[in-house]
């Protein structure tokens, strides 16, 4: 059972920036896939973005496209969310997710494995 511990969470003002990191526990987990996913108060959780076990693989909703980036380092197994220009609207809970689908495109993995979330507040 593979084990995610998200950090990086906090405070930040608008237009600035945050780095997101989830730890998994486990190994070969060079084959497997990340996801960020994020759920602010009152509504569903969404996806924001995605890497595959290539990673060039990546993709992002367009809410974040040009302003975060997903990377992966696969000797720490562990994957980053680089979040720049932020907007209030960036405000949520972020969970990463792993799934050994890293093959396949992935947007489109039900991811089932989640961290416990770290939140982010962006306001002045």
């Known amino acids: 059972q593979v084990q995610l511990v998200e950090s990086g969470g906090g405070l930040v003002q608008p237009g600035g920036s945050l780095r997101l990191s989830c730890a998994a526990s486990?190994?070969?987990?060079?084959?497997?896939?990340y996801g960020w996913f994020r759920q602010a108060p009152g509504k569903e959780r969404e996806w924001v973005s995605c890497i595959g076990s290539s990673k060039s693989s990546e993709h992002y909703a367009d809410s974040v496209k040009g302003r975060f980036t997903i990377s992966r380092d696969d000797g720490k197994n562990t994957v980053y969310l680089q979040m720049n220009s932020v907007k209030p609207e960036d405000t949520a809970v972020y969970y990463c997710?792993?799934?050994?689908?890293?093959?396949?495109?992935?947007?489109?993995?039900?991811?089932?494995?989640w961290g416990q979330g770290t939140q982010v507040t962006v306001s002045s």
């Open positions: 486990g190994f070969n987990l060079d084959y497997y896939a």
């Open positions: 997710a792993i799934d050994p689908r890293g093959g396949s495109y992935c947007p489109m993995i039900p991811f089932e494995s």
